[in-house]
């Protein structure tokens, strides 16, 4: 089968720089995954550096840097403009001796582009957003600093696409509430890489205290303030937290200023310590050097930092959200509380670090359902066969350069319709974002 899979951000070949992580890595493994088995992948992701060669083969499966947009890193907000632009390049390349037999958008600009490409043809488009605007602004609140265009443009690419995949139960119900019927959202979690996260191997040095090691970026919606706070049930632990900038540079980080001071005012600056970045070929060490890890975001569709630490033997604490919560099976791989309820988070903590046989007992069961649901093979597997069911299944629509529809308007009954949203940006006055079959 010959799938092309579009990630409009760069990042995915960067292997040089290290592995990729996060959507990157989602893709990059998706993508090996699939060559393995003998498809013909195509990786299709913006070129931000001229001095990146045009294409490049990497572990069977070839990535394609698609000229488009300022050729430099940049923020996914700059790319709005760029999406019909990205999409006329895809439709030009696949009218050439090689065609998708199914294009795969990752996240929703990379699934914009891809949904405008095929438009014209009978290309099926699976979709996955990695995580949704509308979650993202329930759960951060004013914290929320996503383009304004970005909630409507996903509204509008569901009812563009033939399946979406979500990661979690939590997003199957919100895509299934912007108008999606059941039958077209497919959950597909996302995968662990098991040789690299497992149980055995070394561990980063600690002293003699009991650690609860939390990892992610340094931000309010990681929700290491909650942490901090809750350490004061905790009792005699350390907090590590590794995430946000280089270590040299964390002095004058906004965040991580705010969290140390935190942490004097809630008398527990001893007991907490930021780490700084960690190269994602190191986490497993940290992992393995903690009793517990905590996982804190106020949303996370993929919970992958869950996911490698249970892979890795270790117990999680976790508030109750997104891919964390069908993750974690309560009392059986770690503990799942409410989210933002700072008190039940510290005293489950606590009872967990002095319960060394419950601990042992969870790291066990943790690994054993990682290796049996959540392998990069099982992924790669499952969208193989969500692939097969939707090849074939379109019909071509003649559907023209601009149609304004109110996005808030009920999806069309069926699936071949098209969707072109007009948006303000700041960049170009109206642009036009086209979806469409």
């Known amino acids: 089968m010959r799938v092309g899979l579009v990630c409009a951000h760069a990042g995915s070949s960067r292997h040089a720089e290290g592995p990729p ?97 095929v438009r014209e043809t009978d290309i099926p488009v699976v979709q996955t957003f990695h995580s949704l605007g509308v979650e993202q602004r329930r759960h951060l609140g004013r914290e929320y600093d996503g383009p304004g265009e970005r909630i409507p443009l996903e509204r509008a690419l569901t009812r563009a696409v033939d399946v979406a995949v979500a990661q979690c139960t939590d997003e199957v119900d919100e895509l299934t509430r912007m108008g999606l019927q059941r039958s077209s959202v497919a959950m597909v979690p996302t995968g662990v890489d098991v040789e690299r996260f497992h149980p055995d ?46 270590a040299d540079q964390l002095a004058t980080h906004a965040e991580a200023r705010r969290l140390r001071e935190l ?39 993929a919970g992958r930092v869950s996911l490698e630490a249970m892979a890795c033997g270790v117990p999680v604490v976790g508030y109750a959200v ?11 791989t770690g503990r799942l509380v409410p989210p933002g309820d700072v008190r ?20 066990h069961a943790a690994v054993d359902r990682v290796r049996c649901s959540y392998t990069w093979e099982r992924t790669a597997g499952a969208l193989e066969r969500l692939y097969e069911r939707v090849v074939g299944r379109r019909t071509p629509v ?40």
């Open 21 to 117: 992580v996060g959507t990157h890595e989602h893709v990059a493994r998706v993508a090996g995954e699939l060559a393995g088995r003998g498809h013909d992948v195509r990786v299709y992701e913006r070129r931000d550096d001229p001095a990146l060669p045009a294409s490049v083969e990497i572990d069977g499966y070839r990535v394609e840097r698609v000229p488009v947009g300022p050729a430099r890193p940049t923020v996914t907000a700059d790319l709005v403009p760029h999406v019909p632009e990205f999409g006329r390049w895809l439709a030009d390349r696949w009218a050439g001796e090689w065609t998708p037999e199914v294009v795969h958008g990752h996240y929703w600009i990379g699934g914009l582009a891809a949904a405008h490409a």
């Open 201 to 246: 191997g070394e561990a980063a040095p600690r002293d003699q205290r009991a650690r609860i090691l939390s990892v992610g970026g340094l931000s309010p919606g990681h929700g290491q303030d909650d942490l901090i706070r809750a350490m004061r049930l905790v009792g005699d632990a350390e907090l590590v937290i590794a995430g946000g900038p280089p």
């Open 263 to 301: 942490a004097e005012r809630a008398g527990v600056a001893d007991q907490v310590t930021l780490v700084g970045a960690v190269p994602h070929d190191q986490l497993a060490t940290w992992y393995r050097s903690a009793d517990v890890v905590a996982c804190t975001p106020h949303y996370s569709a």
């Open 322 to 332: 997104g891919g964390i919560a069908d993750a974690v099976v309560d009392e059986v």
């Open 344 to 363: 039940t988070l510290g005293m489950t903590l606590r009872r967990l670090l002095a319960d060394n046989a419950g601990r042992f007992a969870y790291g």
């Open 398 to 437: 003649e559907v023209p350069d601009t149609v304004p529809v109110d996005v808030e308007a009920e999806p069309p009954a069926g699936r071949d319709a098209a969707v072109t949203v007009e948006v303000e940006t700041p960049v170009t006055g109206t642009t036009t974002g086209p979806v469409g079959v």
